[in-house]
């Protein structure tokens, strides 16, 4: 099954509201990293790698190994062989020169995948480059399926036509009740359309 992983750095901005909730989770992490954002200096201007690497080495807790520019003063911390992650926290918590510091925690972004046994053949829902095509080239299924999956959410499909006998797709396919309890030979609904019970073949117009 494929899986989409990335560390925490990467979407910083967007989880910064919930770090403290995980703060004392068992959420994985990377053993040797850490996540400090650093405070401005007294003139109210951010401190350069250099700066920042200088009060990480009075504390012996590592040193830069990236900083970003989407968020001020952030920089993840390679941390010393000999210094864990939970000792990390506890050297630079509180220190002023520090506004914050969180394990760099792994995020997994699951995505549901049918049981199929044919689903890799289908490119146009995910392609992982079979056959040759480009991966990614696709329509994201799985990751909408993380979205939703619910039965109750009509998809029209204009195309050169559908098997709605398939075993996958005779439990989702859309009825019209109307025609399908209706009078055979009848437009039972009044949508123009007489026993469009399963939608409607325009070609044979």
């Given amino acids: 099954m494929f899986r989409k992983t990335f560390y925490l750095y990467i979407a910083f901005v967007c989880f910064v509201p919930i770090l403290n909730s995980f703060a004392d989770s068992d959420l994985p992490y990377k053993k040797d990293e850490v996540i400090v954002r650093f405070a401005p ?5 951010h401190r350069s790698v250099n700066e920042r690497n200088q009060i990480l080495s009075s504390l012996n807790a590592g040193e830069v190994k990236h900083s970003t520019k989407l968020v001020p003063g952030l920089s993840l911390v390679k941390l010393p062989a000999n210094l864990t992650v939970t000792d990390a926290l ?7 020169e520090i506004l914050y510091v969180e394990p760099n925690y792994k995020i997994k972004i699951a995505s549901t995948f049918p049981d199929d046994p044919n689903f890799n ?3 146009g829902l995910h392609n992982t480059g079979q056959g040759g095509g480009t991966v990614d080239a696709d329509i994201d299924a799985p990751e909408a399926w993380d979205i939703r999956t619910d039965s109750d959410v009509i998809v ?5 036509g559908v098997d709605y ?11 019209n009740w109307a025609e399908l309890l209706g009078t055979p ?10 026993d469009d019970v399963y939608g409607w073949d325009f070609c044979r117009q």
């Fill in 185 to 194: 030979g009848i437009d039972d609904d009044g949508n123009g359309y007489i």
């Fill in 41 to 45: 200096k007294a003139n109210g201007l």
């Fill in 156 to 160: 029209a499909v204009i195309d050169s």
């Fill in 90 to 96: 506890s050297k630079l918590k509180g220190k002023s």
């Fill in 121 to 123: 053949n289908l490119w």
């Fill in 165 to 175: 006998t398939h075993p996958d797709l005779i439990e989702n396919r859309w009825v």
